[in-house]
């Protein structure tokens, strides 16, 4: 289980409220983050990641702190919106890469890699650049390298928001296997409301660096009472 | 001596006038600086995104709304930066004005002090006239540096369309002839010169290799200490970007343009006054030289990788954190393949610069540490001016051949 507790955090510039996040999210589970641009959903995942530094407060995964880890060594991988590939390594090196970095991976490593493609549908790909896919194909080679890394989060950062809606669908339903099959924990940043519905079974409302609501997704997109749900889904 | 070859009074085609002078050297400078300005200009107008152009397509812009709202914004980020290094490259001319300078007249601060050090052994009067030097090197430095932006929008790799390039009006084209054709005559006179020359008997002469050999050791060397010390720089002040922190950046990058405000002669003059009370600087000429050519290299070497490494680290420093892709793997797998092609740059530029130098080596060069710069101002000053043009064009192989090379060998191919 995840759970964040207080977990403070503000940028340099000081323009912005201080945001102060609380989450819990099951093994297993896809939470979806919804909210207006700027209200700290990236902030939540990086913060996550460690690639920004807290104020304060805890991240536990199964009881274990791990605000104190770096970056490379939390058990989080993280899917952006682009460049999550290097455009000048084959699909295979950039999944093996989340193996070991220094590309001596041994071969079962290799066959993991292998398989991975072959999950997501790429492993007729596995030779070509990035370059010489479809954005839904790239995305699913930097879901590969997360299914690889074998890291209990994962983190989706707008990541299929600039695909169609019908490949989003697509995806969406295949992190949400992956999450099952693996028994990961995934956070999912998008501005589609349609993702959250399909996604997850609970969504959360960020809005001003704080979770405003926690809900199962129906209730929060159709039912919520907060005024700045409604503000943000144009409903008021 | 190309220059004076085609405008001289006995040249293809006289100005009118001697070119021993103020006019002279205000045409030789433009000569030696056009092509950089252009090279150095052009990774700018590169980095337009393909989606900018076609917006300007669909948006049917005439030639001038294009050059407004697409070219101009983005060449005015590195603008300041190329006219302060051309700028001070002409303050701080040293072997054009040695050349031309006709006289007292026409003498600038820094053929002064290189008179004042090796001729009048005055090294008091150096140091004031470096100082002014300095002074007004911070000053023009402090202006340009007040226009100056490090660019705020991620900068992509798209080249530009082949739509707008084929969209060259006759008048751009006629304007890129015109400079081909003043670049490329006094390249073409020395050729001349040479051919019709003795070339064999200069070609005999072991002086002449021996320059070559020190030339290419004080290049590539210097080159080499300033391409490392660049990187390492923009490595940390691409850091500070990405950590929102430009204006640390920004210095960082400062510290690395120092010869912007502190010029070669200036430091070599320092490096003069402080080591011959303790040792004979003329046994470490070669030190020197590249330690000073080597920070003449750094603005070169910021300008050229600064904007590629900004952009390499703004895509991938958070997915190198999350792989934990660092250090030799780093450098292996991301930087060396995306950043080859402005480190070849970056290294040939260093390398043709520290090849051309003549103040630094004048100051402390000995006719047996001659660079072919070194030794073609022997040669005038002797008027073996059949030997100088062998030896001119020499160093102009030289240096097309090594930056050609580097380019090659280092840039490799482009990634896309």
Known sequence: MLEIRHLEFSYRDGDQTPMCFDLDVADGEVVSLIGPSGSGKSTLLNLIAGFL??????????????????ASRRPVSIVFQQHNLFPHLDLYTNVALGVDPSLRLTSSQSENVRAALERLGLAELQQRKPGALSGGQRQRVALARALVRRRKILLLDEAFAALGPALRAEL???VKSLVRENGMTALLVSHQPRDALLASERTAFICDGRVLALQPTTELLERSPLAAVGEYLGST | MGVVSVYGSDGWIPLGRSLYGLGGILLAHVFFNLPLAVRLLLPHWQAIPQRHWQLAT??????????RFIEWPALREGLPGVMLLVFMLCLTSFAVVLTLGGGPKSTTLEVAIYQSLRFDFEPVRAVV???????LCMLVAGLT?????LPEVEITVDAASSAAAAKRSVLQLGLILLAAVYVAMPLTSILYDVLTGPLTSVLGKSVLWRAL??????????????????????RYSAGLVFDGEPGKARLIELAGSIVYVVPPLVIGTGMFVMLSPHVDVFDWVFPIVIGVNALMGLPFVIRTLGPAMR??????????????????????YLEWPLLRRPLGLALALATALALGDLGVIALFGTPEKATLTLLIYQQLGAYLIADATVTALLLLLLCLAVFWLLERLVGGRQHA
């Open chain 1, 53 to 70: 530094v807290p104020g304060g407060g805890q991240i536990r995964l199964d009881g274990v702190s791990i605000e104190s880890l770096p």
């Open chain 2, 129 to 135: 006239l470096a100082l002014v030097q300095l002074t």
């Open chain 2, 58 to 67: 669909q948006l049917d812009m005439n030639g001038w709304q294009r050059f």
């Open chain 2, 311 to 332: 952009q390499n680290h703004s895509r991938y420093h958070l997915l190198c954190q999350s792989l934990a892709l660092d250090g030799w793997n780093r450098f292996r």
């Open chain 2, 145 to 149: 540096l007040k226009l100056q932006r």
């Open chain 2, 213 to 234: 050999g020190n030339s290419l050791l004080i290049g590539l060397s210097a080159a080499l200490v300033s391409v490392s010390a660049g990187w390492l720089l923009l």
């Open chain 1, 172 to 174: 969406i339903e295949l």
